[in-house]
């Protein structure tokens, strides 16, 4: 029988054909049997939140306009958000997302909020560092801390006279998110929110210190040109925004006007 013959203890062994240990044949990395790549969860754009859908039913005696209400209110992620952040409603990212985009928040800032319940812009001011934060609303709500406010409407005619007296000074910033309750007619709803922010303007121009600012809500529509020549005469800066945080069927939006020229200007 032939015996095969063994390579000597002090030969090389024969070299092989590398192999990129890092790929498969058909050039992919290899993965682990069983064990297959997670695809990334979708999120809804406020803050990284899962899309959980909340299907609500119409009870007995529910208006469908309740409903609606109830079903935007369970499935908006702000309004989640806002819950899990220890903010009082969802309106907090509105002023959030116009403070990053225009520096309207700083340490020591004295800011006035006309329409302040539920408390969510207090909330986000004294969070900021301002040095006085003062609201007003006629409708009631919790104090919040850092904050003063009054309950009271803002069109009563003993109003700005009480907020300046409990603000003890110039104001640096004016915000108004006062917005009249709809009626369901678009000019009208219109008209009545350039009402308010005229009203709310009459009051910065009396509050404001020389470079101050002002935001307040309006809604889309053609009947503002008055209130914007007013807000070009009395401020360097005027621009419109409508931050993420409002709803994308709602015809909301802010004027933003920066840079307040003085009182002089308000004739």
């Not at 907090?92 to 004295?110: I, N, S, V």
Request: overall charge positive.
């Amino acid at each position: 029988m032939e015996r095969r013959s063994h390579p000597s203890r002090g030969a090389r062994p024969r070299k092989r054909t590398p192999v990129d240990q890092a790929t498969t044949a058909l050039g992919k990395v290899a993965e682990k049997r069983g064990l297959k790549p997670q695809k990334p969860k979708k999120g809804d754009g406020a803050g990284g939140q899962r899309d959980l859908r909340v299907n609500v039913k119409t009870a007995k005696g529910r208006k469908v306009s309740s409903t609606l209400w109830l079903d935007r209110q369970l499935n908006d992620p702000y309004v989640a958000r806002a819950k899990a952040e220890g903010y009082r409603s969802r309106a907090a990212y509105k002023l959030k997302e116009l403070d990053e985009k225009f520096g309207l928040l700083k340490k020591g800032t004295r800011v006035v909020d006309l329409g302040c319940a539920p408390g969510g812009w207090l909330q986000v001011a004294a969070q900021k560092g301002a040095g006085r934060v003062v609201g007003i609303d006629y409708l009631p709500m919790p104090h919040v801390p850092g904050t003063e406010h009054l309950e009271l409407d803002f069109l009563d005619e003993a109003a700005p006279a009480k907020l300046k007296a409990l603000l003890g000074g110039e104001a640096d910033l004016v915000l108004s998110d006062m917005a009249a309750p709809t009626t369901g007619h678009k000019a009208t709803d219109h008209l009545r929110i350039i009402a308010l922010a005229e009203a709310a303007l009459d009051f910065a121009g009396d509050v404001l210190s020389p470079g101050g600012s002002f935001v307040a809500k309006v809604f889309q529509g053609g009947a503002e040109a008055e209130l914007l020549a007013r807000l070009k005469k009395k401020f360097a800066t005027v621009k419109h925004a409508k931050p993420r945080a409002s709803r994308a069927d709602s015809a909301e939006m802010y004027v933003v006007a920066l840079g307040f020229k003085g009182k002089e200007t308000d004739q």
